[in-house]
């Protein structure tokens, strides 16, 4: 199957749907829409297998954003041109830093020096932009105010930096998938992106909503309608999937590449009409699109820079313990809630056995308990452990889960010898296996064992980010080197201030892949890449208009 760079119904992006289209023609206007957007003319766009002369002009993207959720909605709004001042009458309840907002007014934030404002903020993330840019969103949110943002956004459209965002869904990400009947953790206020609230799109909608915290369906068509509303559309492309991201060298020919430096980001060649051209060390990103009819359509796209915004969703946490590969172990809450709603479980005499002391683990005893569904839930924490979640979530605001709590507290095994008929809990046992009879082998932290009956297993202890996609799967980039990415444990090591890969040059990574599972908290990253690009791209400018760049990269 030939494969096209730039090609695959990407191009399709941005052409209505209305009629069909040839290949070439989804191909000119993918082209035709870069190089208006680049400003310049892209001559032709060669196949990939085609040999590259040094003169050709090849488009290249100076974004690649992989991930549709919160964290790329957020940077394509940046990216697209939308800049963030101090509104005329706010005041920010932190003197210091409203004087230092005060300093600058005239700038927007992404002008401004970020490591500067966020010197002695303290909040609720690791990431000094992050804790910075929520407290101008929602100032003292974390001691329970109510405060409006000190900010207001104005589009300037000159602050434009072409880019794409590349999602397996619709906007919104995982939000689509996750259970619809629980409510999330966070306030609906919290989930919100910059320049639309989502108490003012639940009035535009005549949504009735009647509590702070909102059911995940809501949330997942606020970020939809978001794209749209915000005129973000151009930039984004459902169904697609990556399978490569990798460096790619671009030279006279290959000897030239092969004598590229790794480590280098730039190098200047003599190219054959005698002029100096700045040489990008680009990205190459590979996938396909999945189309209407199920097949599979390849393309590549070259990106000077690559955003990884994918979250960790993708891969489900395992016990790699035997027996876990069987039909009825289950690893997420939408299998479980699609075996109840067809009916698999009703009239089952045997429990559910639940792995896991996490919300969505709370969320599953809840599904199962409201459904009259007996459980059994297996934990390896004590229910006194002063980490777990439900300790830190005031009773007040989360009763449902404080109820889960309860139950893992007081309907115990070690409480009474017998299963409870509704639910029963054993803190501090292990599973060590499934067997093929619908069992499994518990070991309680004293040692002794236990065989327990089933009907369906659900192991819900937590996910992990799936860069298969990355060299070695992206563990070169964690702050444990060799090691797989995990939001908790082992994050993508960034430049704090820019959210750039300390370990490779020209990629970035925001959201949960850096520690920030809060929406609130993911914004800041979106606002170090801006940053960090719109600075870039000046440099950039500054460099043709001086006559000493222009080359392969985007001008």
């Not at 020096?113 to 929520?134: H, I, M, Q, T, W």
Request: hydrophobic letters at 35%; glycine letters at 8%.
């Amino acid at each position: 199957m030939p494969v096209w760079c730039c090609r695959c119904s990407l191009a399709g992006h941005f052409r209505s749907y209305s009629g069909p289209e040839t290949e070439g023609q989804l191909l000119n206007s993918f082209v035709q829409y870069f190089g208006d957007s680049l400003g310049r003319k892209v001559k032709r766009m060669p196949l990939i297998e085609e040999t590259v002369l040094p003169g050709d002009s090849l488009l290249t993207l100076p974004v690649v954003i992989i991930g549709n959720g919160p964290s790329g909605i957020c940077l394509s709004y940046l990216l697209s041109g939308y800049r963030p001042y101090l509104s005329p009458e706010a005041i920010h309840p932190n003197p210091i830093l409203h004087t230092k907002l005060e300093e600058a007014r005239h700038l927007s934030i992404v002008d401004q020096d970020l490591e500067y404002l966020s010197e002695g903020l303290e909040g609720r993330s690791s990431n000094p932009v992050a804790v910075l840019f929520d407290t101008l969103l929602h100032p003292d949110a974390d001691f329970g105010y109510d405060y409006p943002p000190v900010l207001h956004w104005k589009l300037e459209q000159h602050n434009y930096i072409p880019h794409i965002v590349l999602g397996k869904g619709p906007p919104g990400g995982a939000w689509h998938s996750m259970e619809g009947s629980m409510l999330t953790i966070s306030f609906g206020d919290w989930m919100e992106l910059p320049g639309l609230t989502f108490k003012e799109w639940s009035a535009s909608k005549r949504r009735n909503i009647k509590s702070d915290r909102v059911m995940p369906e809501e949330i997942a068509c606020y970020y939809k309608h978001y794209v749209k509303v915000m005129g973000l559309q151009k930039n984004f492309r459902d169904n697609v999937y990556i399978t490569s991201v990798s460096r790619l060298y671009r030279g006279k020919d290959d000897e030239d590449r092969s004598q590229l430096n790794e480590n280098i980001s730039t190098q200047h060649l003599e190219m054959e009409d005698g002029q100096k051209s700045l040489i990008k060390r680009n990205w190459e990103v590979r996938g396909y699109q999945r189309a209407t009819d199920g097949s599979h359509v390849p393309f590549c796209l070259f990106a000077e820079n690559v955003a990884l915004a994918t979250g960790t969703f993708d891969s489900p946490g395992r016990l790699q313990v035997e027996g876990e590969d069987f039909p009825f172990v289950l690893h997420s809450m939408s299998d479980f809630g699609a075996a109840i709603s067809k009916g698999k479980l009703r009239g089952k005499a045997d429990p559910v056995l639940i792995v896991g002391a996490g919300l969505t683990a709370a969320d599953a005893v809840l599904c199962a308990y409201n459904n009259n569904i007996p459980v059994i839930h297996v934990f390896r924490r004590r229910v006194t452990d002063t980490s777990l979640i439900f300790k830190q979530l005031p009773k007040e605001l989360y009763p449902e889960y404080h109820k889960v709590y309860q139950m893992m507290c007081t309907q115990s095994h070690t409480v009474d010898s017998n299963l409870h008929s509704a639910y029963t809990s054993f803190p501090e046992h292990n599973v060590l296996s499934f067997k093929p009879e619908m069992k499994c082998v518990l070991q309680s932290a004293s040692g002794l064992k236990k065989i327990l009956k089933f009907s369906v297993a659900l192991v819900l202890i937590g996910s992990h980010p799936n860069l298969f996609f990355l060299k070695d799967q992206g563990h070169s980039i964690g702050h444990h080197s060799n090691q797989p990415i995990t939001c908790k444990g082992n994050p993508i090591e960034i430049d704090p201030y820019t959210y750039e890969c300390t370990k490779e040059a020209n990629l970035f990574a925001l959201g949960p892949l850096v520690g920030d599972n809060f929406v609130r908290f993911l914004k800041g990253g979106a606002l170090g890449i801006a940053r960090c690009l719109a600075i870039r791209q000046k440099k950039k400018h500054e460099l043709i208009e001086s006559g000493d760049g222009g080359g392969d990269g985007v001008p």
